[in-house]
């Protein structure tokens, strides 16, 4: 088994055009540290599992979609967060009374209003390289030096990155 050396760029175009090894390449690459992630999200092992491969599917039929405006673990994050979501919104209890109503966590609450509330909007309008920096270190809960390994840059661009989206943030939620 050779180990490609491409960036995540070059896997992801070849991808979109039917590369498989590419998408193994992919799938060694970021699988680890995405299964990771959700495992913090998610107590169920086998779910977990099973939306990661979710992800690379929607990676592999979507790769086409991919516009290059961010990094490629954001891209592959966003998918895999979304497909989380989903799931577990899918095998939720349905409340039949007042005494079964379900528990919301306090995380779920706030995933939903990044995803449907004046959060996500704001959040949409930062610049995807902002985005990715937020996503990281207030989102996943990642330090700044995991946030700098995850998407490829310098710790010190992570902290100013950081105050640059919470200035944003602050000014857009005013």
């Known amino acids: ?89 899918r095998t939720s209890p349905v409340p039949r009374t007042a005494d079964d109503a379900l528990v919301v966590s306090a995380e779920d609450e706030v995933l939903l209003g990044v995803e449907h509330g004046d959060l996500g909007a704001a959040l949409g309008r930062l610049s995807p390289e902002l985005r990715a920096v937020v996503q990281a270190t207030v989102l996943d809960g990642l330090t700044t030096k995991e946030a700098a390994t995850l998407l490829g840059i ?12 919470r200035r944003e943030l602050r000014e857009a939620l005013a």
């Open 1 to 89: 088994m050779t180990v490609r050396a491409d960036g995540d760029d070059e896997l992801l175009r070849a991808v979109a055009q039917g590369d498989r090894a590419a998408l193994e390449a992919l799938y060694r690459r970021h699988a680890p540290w995405l299964l990771a992630r959700l495992r913090r999200r998610c107590a169920d092992p086998g779910l977990v599992e099973e939306v990661v491969q979710d992800t690379f599917v929607a990676v592999w039929r979507g790769a086409g979609r991919y516009r290059g405006t961010g990094e490629v673990p954001a891209w592959i994050w966003g998918i895999g967060i979304r497909r989380l979501i989903d799931r577990l919104r």
């Open 154 to 165: 310098p710790q010190g661009t992570v902290k100013t990155r950081a105050a640059r989206a």
